[in-house]
């Protein structure tokens, strides 16, 4: 009780030290990508309270909805289409501090004001992205890169 008050009262960066270990332990021992990955997004979801949070698995030639919180979300990105198609197409995390203004970007609600996508790579070669939205502007920042880019390499693929 006393560690989740703490992990709720400090710095983004402390917050994230703090559930980095925990997602670990969640993850540690269990083979299953779709349970590992609910788990994750239920523990950021949990801790930072986003607007959506979830990952987009590649299937082919698009990404597809894989597990996720918050509201319905769309379903099937193509590569090079949208924020999360394009951070998959270029193999790198993409802050996004105004949705509005970037080229293409996907409106699957209109609450959605800022977002950062973190691909997932298994042997140099993207095979998911783990999107978060905000419905806040400017709410994502190289903290936010730095310690989910660590999160997701928690995934074994």
Known sequence: MAEDLQIAMGTKAEQYQALLPQVNALLEGEPDRVAN????????????????VGF???????????????????????????VCGTS?????????????????????????????????????TVVAVLDVDSDALDQFDKIDQQYLEEMVKLLRW
């Open 56 to 82: 987009y698995i590649v299937r082919k030639d698009e990404l597809v909805l894989g597990p996720f919180q918050g509201p319905v979300a769309c379903t099937r990105i193509r590569k090079g289409r949208g």
């Open 37 to 52: 990955m609910a788990n994750m997004v239920a523990a950021l979801k949990e801790q930072f309270k986003w607007f959506w």
């Open 88 to 124: 998959w197409q270029r193999a790198e995390t993409l802050i996004v501090p105004d949705v509005e203004a970037f080229p293409g970007h996907i409106a699957c609600s209109s609450l959605s004001k800022s977002e950062i996508v973190v691909p997932v790579l298994h042997d140099g």
